[in-house]
């Protein structure tokens, strides 16, 4: 017996509603969506789900001109949820590479509802140049970890329609990005995001990261966060909750271009990695982590090192009694700030 006909049979529609809820609502919708009868039993206009869970999401790519090679990654067991084609064609192609001296100039990609994952999506594509997203209305993607991973020749990302209510895992989402020099992500609701470790790793052209919109309080992973963001010169992290960040190890390595950072929201109460935090920094020249908490910490080797333009430090609250590698933490620091460390804790090497 098919799964509609076995709620159609359920007499009491006040079990037929329990079982909705329970359900979650979007796997009974995927049953109710072509069962009107189950539609007026629930009292449910299924128009008003179709764009939130059945809406397909429409991409369009744009290439470098004579490259070849994969120009997006289709799981096998979604294969069929994908529709291709090439140019202005309608015929659909069945395959996500270009060949050799092909002339195709643009991609139209149409992903059906079912699919709810798009880890991996675009990962290692070398040959993409843009990639506009055109219509994405649904909730249901809840992975978006290495989704433009190593797309080192993309220029332009139109992703300001993004929906990632439900999106938990944006770990290495613009891992290797180096071509990009803008991203529009003020759109974006992490308000589920648990992991943001190298989200932005070696994205080195980005001159500019406005995350003010970007709710951090799930997020426990942080580490080489922004790594290699050697041309970032405005980056507010202002708002961020950190309470719950463990690993910030590497979060802004290599950040040579920035000059201030705010972090006077940050609460380190449960890290416990920060090691090479700042290392590298080299045109940082004011940092207040007077607030930092750093009772849990046992990895601060690096963390300070080669910030050359720093002329004062206070971590006077530092508490580093669980610390057991502090190795390097002010190496290559100007004479100035080693002078300048406010220290009281005896544990503190400079």
Do not use: W
Not at 91 to 101: P, V
Not at 114 to 122: D, P, Y
Not at 186 to 207: E, G, I, W
Request: charged residues 20%.
């Amino acid at each position: 017996m098919k799964s509609e006909n076995i709620f159609e049979n359920i007499n009491s529609n006040y079990f037929l509603l329990k079982a909705f809820d329970f359900l979650k609502r979007k796997k009974l919708l995927e049953i109710v969506k072509i069962n009107q009868n189950l539609q007026k039993r629930l009292n449910i206009n299924i128009n008003d789900y179709k764009d939130l869970y059945f809406s397909p999401i429409e991409i369009e790519l744009n290439f470098v001109e004579n490259k070849y090679g994969k120009f997006i990654r289709i799981p096998l067991k979604e294969k069929e949820y994908f529709h291709i084609y090439f140019n202005n064609s309608n015929e659909e192609i069945n395959r996500g590479y270009l060949k050799f001296n092909e002339k195709v100039e643009k991609i139209k990609i149409i992903i059906d509802y079912q699919v709810k994952s798009f880890k991996s999506l675009f990962a290692e594509c070398e040959n993409i140049n843009s990639i506009f997203f055109k219509q994405f209305k649904r909730i249901n993607i809840s992975d978006m970890s290495k989704m433009f991973f190593s797309c080192s020749s993309l220029k332009e990302l139109n992703i300001s329609n993004f929906n990632t209510n439900k999106v938990t895992n944006m770990n290495r989402m613009f891992y290797g990005c180096f071509s990009l020099n803008d991203l529009n992500i003020s759109n974006f609701n992490t308000n589920n995001v648990t992991d943001m470790s190298f989200m932005f790793f070696r994205c080195s052209s980005l001159k500019e990261l406005n995350l003010s919109n970007f709710n951090t309080n799930k997020v426990n992973d942080m580490n080489y966060m922004f790594y290699g963001c050697s041309s970032l010169e405005k980056l507010n992290t202002s708002n961020f909750d950190t309470n719950n960040v463990i690993n910030m190890s590497g979060m802004f390595y290599g950040c040579s271009s920035l000059e201030k950072l705010n972090l006077s929201n940050f609460n380190t109460n449960n890290t416990n990695n920060m090691s090479y935090m700042f290392y590298k920094c080299s045109s940082l020249n004011e940092l207040n982590v007077s607030n930092f908490n750093t009772h849990n910490v046992t990895n601060m080797t690096y963390m300070f090192s080669e910030c050359s333009s720093l002329k004062e430090l206070n971590i006077s609250n530092f508490n580093t009694d669980n610390v057991t590698n502090m190795t390097n933490i002010f190496l290559e620091c100007s004479y100035g700030l080693i002078k300048n460390i406010k220290v009281q804790n005896k544990n503190i090497n400079i």
